[in-house]
């Protein structure tokens, strides 16, 4: 099956900084999103992305999907910005079903 | 516009018991799916129903089950619960099939087993 790989696991910053979260995938995709975990569990949406850039104030995202991966630049970091981002990616099975995989998740602590 | 509910949030249970867990998907939305969480783990797909019917459905036993009602509402039940169960369970909705539409969560439903 399809593996989704997220880089780095872990990162920390301090305030202010900028990062970038890589997703790498193994095979063709038609969905690609990525998400923030709040400390309640919850996961937000931050972009659909199956190609293309996007920006969202601070947070931007690009996805080259000819070459599996996908990017989330973090600019002027804020402690708010601290937990852990997923990426996943949907395929499509046998008889037109689908499954959305999760990358095991990039956490981030920016410290003030 | 409501967002994706799941009831209840937290609950703990004993090895042995079943639990029933509910989620009510954004109104409009007919593909509700399904996900497990835990450390080890990471994030699961468990399955996906679409209009009343699974779409898709992961790698885990028969112990898991679900449904999904006309009003798109859905349920998952785990019965005779072992302590592997103890999980975050994320529902999530969407307009059209999870892998080509965008997906919204709901909370999660917290399950403890002892």
């Known amino acids: 099956g399809i593996q989704v790989e997220q880089s780095p696991p872990d990162l920390i910053l301090q305030e202010g900084a900028n990062s970038t979260l890589r997703c790498n995938f193994s095979d063709s995709v038609n969905n690609l999103q990525w998400f923030h975990q709040n400390p309640w569990g919850q996961l937000i949406n931050l972009f659909y992305i199956p190609s293309g850039t996007k920006q969202n104030g601070r947070l931007s995202a690009t996805t080259v999907a000819t070459e599996r991966y996908s990017l989330l630049y973090i600019s002027s970091s804020q402690t708010t910005d601290s937990g852990v981002y997923f990426c996943a990616v949907g395929v499509l099975g046998s008889s037109n079903t689908g499954k959305l995989i999760f990358g095991q998740g990039t956490t981030l602590q920016v410290k003030p | 516009k409501a967002g994706v509910t799941q009831t209840p949030r937290y609950l703990i249970k004993t090895r042995g018991q079943q639990v029933t867990l509910s989620c009510s998907p954004i109104?409009?939305?007919?593909?509700v799916s399904w996900y497990q969480q835990t450390p080890g783990q990471g994030l699961q797909f468990l399955f996906e129903?679409?209009?009343?019917?699974?779409?898709n459905k992961g790698n885990f036993p028969g112990r898991f089950s679900g449904r999904q009602f006309s009003n798109s509402r859905s349920e998952m039940n785990v019965s005779t619960l072992e302590l592997g169960d103890s999980a975050l369970y994320l529902c999530a909705s969407s307009q059209g099939t999870l892998n080509t539409g965008e997906l919204f969560f709901g909370e999660g439903s917290r399950l403890t087993v002892l």
């Open positions: 109104s409009g939305h007919r593909s």
């Open positions: 129903y679409f209009s009343e019917t699974q779409r």
